[in-house]
C-alpha cells in the first residue's frame, strides 16, 4: 500500500464531514450586518483638533525634576558626610554612664567578656602587635 492511498484511505474513513464549514460569503454578510448594528463612534465623527506646542513649563520640566533629584542627591551625601564627621573621640567617649560603666571591671567581665571569646581576644591582641610570647595566663 502506497503512502498517498493509505493516507486517502484515513482521511475518506469517517465518511462524512466534519462540520467545520460555514456558507458562502458568511464572513462578509457577518461584518456588513455588525457595522449597521453598532452605533456611531462619536471620536470618529468629532473634528480633530491641531496639537497646540507644548508650554515653556512642559518643555523645562524633565530638566527641573532632574536638578531636583542631583539637589537631593547632593543633600543626603552631605547628611551623610556630617553624621560620619567627628571629632576624634568615640562616641562612647561624649557619654559620661557608658564611660564609667566600661571602667567598672565588674560590669565588664559580667556583661561584655562573657560574649567575647578567647579566640577573639587572641585576634585582636595579635591586630593590635601583641605576639603570643609576651602573654601569661
Request: aromatic content about 12%.
Amino acid at each position: 500500500m502506497t503512502k498517498e492511498k493509505f493516507n486517502n484511505s484515513v482521511l475518506d474513513r469517517p465518511g462524512h464531514p466534519d462540520g467545520m464549514t460555514v456558507p458562502g460569503g458568511y464572513f462578509e454578510a457577518f461584518r456588513r450586518d455588525m457595522m449597521s448594528a453598532l452605533p456611531p463612534n462619536e471620536l470618529e465623527l468629532a473634528p480633530v483638533k491641531a496639537l497646540q506646542p507644548p508650554t515653556r513649563w512642559q518643555r523645562v520640566r524633565p530638566f527641573v525634576y532632574m536638578a531636583a533629584m542631583f539637589a537631593g542627591i547632593w543633600c543626603m551625601m552631605k547628611m551623610f558626610a556630617m553624621v560620619r564627621e567627628s571629632t576624634g573621640e568615640m562616641w562612647i567617649d561624649r557619654s559620661p554612664v557608658l564611660t564609667a560603666a566600661l571602667a567598672n571591671d565588674d560590669f565588664v567581665s559580667d556583661y561584655v567578656l562573657e560574649d567575647y571569646g578567647e579566640d577573639q581576644l587572641l585576634e585582636d591582641l595579635y591586630a593590635e602587635g601583641f605576639s603570643a610570647d609576651d602573654l601569661t595566663f
